[in-house]
C-alpha cells in the first residue's frame, strides 16, 4: 500500500499508507521536513511495530519537482522567518485529515500519535499542542515549537493529557539546539509529559535517533 498515494479530499492533502496487521492498535502520522516528500520517512516503517497504521503526508506547498514543504521559511542572521499563515493552514488541512480518518474507524477510537522530521516536527508540535483531543501523543525530531502557535494553545488540564517526544542534534547548523532547549522549557511549564534527547550529530535522523523514537511509540501505544 505504501506505494499508492492517497489524496484525502477532507484536508487537500496527499499521503501513503501502511496497513495495520489487524485491527490498528494506532495511527502514527509522519510528517517530512522541507523540501521533501511522504517518501523520505518511509524507511522508518520498518522500526514501528506491525500493529500500528502509518500515515506519511506530503507538504501541501510544491516546491519543485518531488519537493514539498508545510510553510515557506527564510533563514537570516535573526535565524528563520516564516510565513505563518501557511503554518497556520498546514495544522488545520493536517487536523482535518486526522478528523476524517478518525470518521472511519469502525468501533473504538484509534490512539493518534504525530511525528516529523524538521519542518514536519513543527508541524507535528502544532497540530498535537492546539488539538490534543486528535492528537494524543506527537515528536519532534529536530525541530522546534513555533512560537506563534501560542494562541492556538489548549487549556491546560487538555495539555496535560500529551506526552511528548523531543530529539535533537547538538551540532545542527540548520537549527540549533537552542530550539529543542527552548521546546523543552515551555512544555514544562505547560505541563506536557515528554522526553528529550540530544545526540552529537547535525541536523539528521540516525540509527540512534530512530530507534529511540520507535522504542517511545511502542511504550506510548502499550505495545512493549
Do not use: C
Not at 516503517?45 to 510544491?62: K, S
Not at 494524543?136 to 494553545?153: K, M, Q, T, Y
Not at 537549527?175 to 545526540?199: I, Q
Amino acid at each position: 500500500m505504501m506505494n499508492v498515494l492517497h489524496e484525502d479530499a477532507a484536508s487537500g492533502l496527499a499521503f501513503r499508507l501502511r496497513p495495520a496487521a489487524g485491527q490498528p492498535a494506532a495511527r502514527l502520522f509522519l510528517l517530512h521536513g522541507v523540501g521533501g516528500n511522504e517518501t523520505n520517512l518511509l524507511p522508518l516503517a520498518d522500526t514501528i511495530d506491525q500493529r500500528v497504521q502509518v500515515v506519511f503526508v506530503r507538504g501541501p506547498l510544491e516546491l519543485g519537482s518531488g519537493q514539498y514543504a508545510w510553510f515557506d521559511v527564510r533563514f537570516g542572521s535573526q535565524g528563520p522567518v516564516i510565513n505563518a499563515a501557511q503554518a497556520d493552514e498546514s495544522r488545520l488541512s493536517l487536523l482535518r485529515l486526522v478528523r476524517a480518518m478518525a470518521s472511519t474507524d469502525a468501533n473504538a477510537s484509534v490512539p493518534v500519535l504525530m511525528a516529523g522530521f524538521s519542518q514536519g516536527g513543527i508541524l507535528s508540535a502544532s497540530v498535537a499542542l492546539s488539538s490534543p483531543e486528535d492528537v494524543e501523543r506527537f515528536a519532534v525530531l529536530s525541530g522546534r515549537i513555533l512560537p506563534e502557535l501560542e494562541p492556538h494553545l489548549a487549556p491546560a488540564e487538555k495539555l496535560a493529557r500529551l506526552s511528548a517526544f523531543i530529539s535533537h542534534g547538538r551540532l545542527d547548523d540548520k537549527l540549533p539546539v537552542k530550539f529543542a532547549e527552548h521546546a523543552h522549557s515551555w512544555l514544562t511549564r505547560l505541563g506536557v509529559p515528554h522526553e528529550m534527547h540530544l545526540y552529537s550529530v547535525g541536523h539528521t535522523l540516525t540509527g540512534d535517533i530512530v530507534g529511540d523514537f520507535s522504542r517511545w511509540v511502542s511504550q506510548q501505544t502499550n505495545l512493549v
